[in-house]
């Protein structure tokens, strides 16, 4: 059974620091894509950060420059470091398993002062 949960989310002042984790079982982790996605209250949800197998990753465009995505292939971890946090950047966050069609619970990030 694919299963994806995700910690690490809170309430934190703008300007600061988070950092997601998402612990994934049930499939072949170290060979699949693992991304992570956000969305905020009225809005679509959008891609944050793609990490392929290799260690690759793709980041979207509002966090280039402030967020920071890994993976740790023994431990079947993604991790999403997000510094610099705005406003703008509240939103409940997903890991996802694009291959597996799979979601985690999601973690709400709320960044206000």
């Known amino acids: 059974q694919v299963q994806l949960v995700e910690s690490g989310g809170g309430l934190v002042q703008p300007g600061g620091s988070l950092r997601l984790s998402c612990v994934a079982s049930g499939f072949p982790f170290s060979i699949s894509t693992m991304s992570w996605y956000r969305q905020a209250p009225g809005k679509e949800r959008e891609l944050v950060a793609q990490?392929?197998?290799?260690?690759?990753?793709i980041l979207g465009e509002p966090v280039k420059g402030r967020f920071t995505a890994s993976r740790d292939n023994a431990k079947n971890i993604v991790i999403l470091q997000m510094n610099r946090l705005q406003s703008e950047d509240t939103a409940v966050y997903y890991c996802?398993?694009?291959?597996?069609?799979?979601w985690g619970q999601g973690t709400q990030v709320i960044v206000s002062s």
């Open positions: 996802h398993a694009p291959k597996q069609n799979a």
């Open positions: 990490n392929n197998y290799l260690g690759g990753t």
